[in-house]
T-cell receptor
Framework: ETGVTQTPRHLVMGMTNKKSLKCEQH?????MYWYKQSAKKPLELMFV???????ENNSVPSRFSPECPNSSHLFLHLHTLQPEDSALYLC??????????????FGSGTQLSVL | KNQVEQSPQSLIILEGKNCTLQ??????????LRWYKQDTGRGPVSLTI?????NTKSNGRYTATLDADTKQSSLHITASQLSDSASYIC??????????FGRGTSLIVHP
C-alpha cells in the first residue's frame, strides 16, 4: 500500500447526479493532488493543495469542485458531468509542494463512468 | 511546449527476457526525470529518479539511464517476470510547478 486511500474504487453516475470522491493520506504529507487519467492520454493535473490551500487549478471546468478540509483529506465534488469526463481519477500526495518535482504517492484511483 | 514521448506504445515479451523502454523529452530547463510503474487497477508507483548529473541508476532488475545532452532516458528491465506486466510512465520536471507526463508504455510479460 502507498499510504493513500481512495473511495469509492468504482462509480457510475448519470449526468444530472452529484457525487463526491474521497482521498485520505496517512503519510503526514503537506501537499495533495487530483489527477485525471484517460485512456491513451498522459495524466492531467487538475488541482493541487499545499497545507490545505489550493495553489493550482489547471483550467478545470467548474463541474469539478475540490475540497481540502485538512492536510490528510481531499475531496472532489462532481455535478452535471459529461460522458467525456469518464476516466480514472487519481489522488496523490507528496511531502511538500516544492517545485513540482517531488515524488508522488498515488492512491489506486476511482474509475468513473458517466452515462 | 514541454513534451514527453515514450516508445514503444506497447510491448509483449516472454518471461525471462530483457527489454528496454524509451523516453524522449523536450522539457527545458531540466530538473529531474522519474519512471513510474502502474499496475492494472492501481496508481503509479515511483521506481527511480534521475537528476542532471546522473547517467545510470538501478533499482533491483530495473536500470534507468539518462542522457541530458540528447534529452533521452531509457528503462531497462532484466530477466523479466510476470509481475513486470504494467504501464511504465516517464515524468519530467523542469522549472514549472507542473511536471510533464508521458503516455506510458504498456508492457505484457507472457509465461
Amino acid at each position: 500500500e502507498t499510504g493513500v486511500t481512495q473511495t469509492p474504487r468504482h462509480l457510475v453516475m448519470g449526468m444530472t447526479n452529484k457525487k463526491s470522491l474521497k482521498c485520505e493520506q496517512h503519510l503526514g504529507h503537506n501537499a495533495m493532488y487530483w489527477y485525471k487519467q484517460s485512456a491513451k492520454k498522459p495524466l492531467e493535473l487538475m488541482f493541487v493543495y499545499s497545507l490545505e490551500e489550493r495553489v493550482e487549478n489547471n483550467s478545470v471546468p467548474s463541474r469539478f469542485s475540490p475540497e481540502c478540509p485538512n492536510s490528510s483529506h481531499l475531496f472532489l465534488h462532481l455535478h452535471t458531468l459529461q460522458p467525456e469526463d469518464s476516466a480514472l481519477y487519481l489522488c496523490a500526495s507528496s511531502q511538500d509542494r516544492g517545485t513540482g518535482s517531488e515524488k508522488l504517492f498515488f492512491g489506486s484511483g476511482t474509475q468513473l463512468s458517466v452515462l | 511546449k514541454n513534451q514527453v514521448e515514450q516508445s514503444p506504445q506497447s510491448l509483449i515479451i516472454l518471461e525471462g527476457k530483457n527489454c528496454t523502454l524509451q523516453c524522449n523529452y523536450t522539457v527545458s530547463p531540466f530538473s529531474n526525470l522519474r519512471w513510474y510503474k502502474q499496475d492494472t487497477g492501481r496508481g503509479p508507483v515511483s521506481l527511480t529518479i534521475m537528476t542532471f548529473s546522473e547517467n545510470t541508476k538501478s533499482n533491483g532488475r530495473y536500470t534507468a539511464t539518462l542522457d541530458a545532452d540528447t534529452k533521452q532516458s531509457s528503462l531497462h528491465i532484466t530477466a523479466s517476470q510476470l509481475s513486470d506486466s504494467a504501464s511504465y510512465i516517464c515524468v519530467v520536471s523542469g522549472d514549472s510547478y507542473i511536471p510533464t507526463f508521458g503516455r506510458g508504455t504498456s508492457l505484457i510479460v507472457h509465461p
